[in-house]
């Protein structure tokens, strides 16, 4: 009897070896955090030590895009690697079909565990995932509310980058090491208003930043980009955003401690509204002095996000996991950071455009890889499934990034032009909806709607797109060329309200 149940396990034993083998997946998801605050892409606004790591171990994609430049239509497209207009989630605050295809749904049915532990944003509870655990909504930086997997509902005291931190952290100690897992940690940082976790308050205090180069846009010949609301200037909000002579009644701030109440309004009246007070300031200065506010805060929300995934590389380690785990950091889109005199996202623009995208895959992407091909947001889910050695499923839009990447991996016929579509008008922003494509050098946009106009950007020449070519002289046959190439792509993703727009010249 013994040599048999011997026998037995050395039958099963190669089975089990290899389902070991598949590479575990962490997909770190960040919102709002814009690739210019990370300094592994150069940015010299602040030390991100931990997300540099990830590169620096593994791949920096530099044109890592987004397909529509909002916060849950970003999630909606990592989930299915489809578009807006294919999955159905083309706006904020709706509610996501989870009965559609999720590429979470396919690695369970391939022996994967899968997880999502923080901020979810789709209106719909999650579903293809073995154990959830969600902010409801936008959810709160202090002492948030969350909804685990059954539905149930409480108040967990802490803040919420290092409970995200904490729960992700728990969940993989608790789960079955008998399987492979994905697990996405969805992480509420950066996103307005910027509330920093109590040792990060006046981080930044000491530093003088500069002014983007476009800061004084004035937006000639570009009439979307003029009629927008989301400047520093007017629509950044003294009290709201920025904490001058808060409002302590409002309900973000019942959620505080007397404890963490204390020290807020220590820092935010005692420095922050006394300073604002003496200054008096008004037209540029007093725009210049919020541009300073703005930074300083969203820049000391994000020490916490870089610390917590600090936290979390250091317990792969810790854990042995390190060595078999991908490890993904990325944030849903990129964000205005006083570039054109903005904040928030929503254009395709580069700022907005452009997502930091960075991949740890040890023994396959070669530490220090960078990738300057076009790579979309349409492209993760099937890459996250070719990563789990599972197939391509049809009705997804993208492709798996991983020839870029992987050592010997043939750039062969990948794609030439990204397709975009926002959509999203008037609120809260009113900017109008556009489709477009980015190419390596040019991005090519349509306003539709109120606006009904076209822009045209040469970024070789013109990197802050503040000329609009479009229409001038000289550039007829490029605008033809890139005109083509547009409805192709519209073509190729069957996104038939931008084909009916463009019929109409």
Not at 42 to 50: E, I, S, V
Not at 240 to 250: I, P, Q
Not at 304 to 322: E, F, P, Q, T, V
Request: with cysteine; charged share 25%; proline share 5%.
């Amino acid at each position: 009897m013994r040599i048999l149940a011997v026998l037995l396990l050395l039958a099963t034993m190669p089975a089990f070896a290899q389902q070991q083998r598949k590479p575990n997946i962490i997909f770190i998801f960040s919102d709002d955090h814009a690739f210019q605050a990370i300094s592994a892409y150069g940015g010299k606004l602040a030390q991100t030590p931990n997300i540099d790591r990830i590169a620096r171990e593994g791949a920096l994609f530099r044109n890592a895009l987004v397909t529509n430049s909002i916060c849950g239509p970003s999630r909606a497209t990592l989930l299915t690697g489809k578009y807006s207009h294919k999955n159905g989630y083309t706006l904020n605050e709706k509610k996501f079909d989870v009965t559609q295809l999720l590429f979470p749904r396919v690695l369970q049915q391939h022996q994967y565990q899968t997880a999502w532990i923080g901020k979810w944003h789709l209106g719909s509870m999650p579903q293809g995932f073995d154990y959830w655990r969600i902010l409801p909504g936008q959810g709160h930086y202090y002492n948030p509310d969350f909804i685990e997997i059954g539905e149930k509902r409480e108040r967990v005291p802490g803040y919420v980058t290092n409970l995200v931190t904490d729960f992700s952290i728990n969940w993989l100690e608790h789960r079955d090491t008998s399987k492979p897992f994905m697990l996405v940690v969805g992480h509420k940082a950066t996103h307005r208003e910027w509330l920093p976790d109590l040792p990060d308050l006046g981080a930044y205090d000491n530093v003088n930043f500069p002014l983007p180069p476009t800061f004084r846009d004035d937006y000639a010949g570009r009439a979307a980009a003029k009629d927008q609301d989301m400047s520093i200037e007017k629509t950044m909000r003294l009290k709201e955003d920025l904490k001058v002579h808060a409002d302590y009644t409002r309900n973000i701030y019942n959620r505080f401690t007397p404890e963490e109440k204390k020290a807020f309004q220590d820092y935010y009246e005692g420095r922050v509204s006394k300073e604002f007070d003496e200054k008096q300031l008004s037209g540029q200065a007093l725009t210049e002095w919020k541009y300073q506010r703005y930074l300083k805060d969203y820049l000391s929300t994000a020490n916490a996000l870089d610390r917590n995934i600090g936290r979390l590389l250091n317990y792969l380690d810790k854990s042995g996991l390190a060595a078999n785990t991908v490890v993904v950091y990325a944030s849903d889109q990129g964000f205005y950071l006083g570039e054109h005199g903005w904040f928030d996202k929503r254009f395709i623009y580069e700022e907005s455009l452009k997502t930091p995208f960075v991949v740890r895959y040890p023994g396959v992407i070669k530490p220090g890889t960078v990738v300057n091909e076009l790579m979309t947001n349409v492209d993760w889910a099937p890459t996250l499934l070719d990563i789990a050695g599972v197939p391509a499923q049809p009705e997804m839009q993208g492709t798996s990034f991983m020839p870029l990447v992987k050592q010997g991996g043939s750039k062969k016929g990948w794609r030439k032009g990204a397709y975009y579509h926002y959509y999203e008008f008037p609120q809260p922003h009113h900017v109008y909806p556009h489709f477009g494509m980015r190419t390596s050098r040019y991005t090519l946009v349509r306003f539709y709607g109120q606006a009904n106009t076209w822009e045209l950007y040469d970024l070789q020449k013109d990197p802050h797109q503040v000329k609009n070519l479009y229409g001038q002289k000289g550039y007829e046959k490029i605008t033809a060329e890139l005109k083509q190439q547009l409805g192709q792509l519209i073509k190729q993703y069957e996104d038939d309200e931008a084909a009916k727009i463009m019929q109409q010249g």
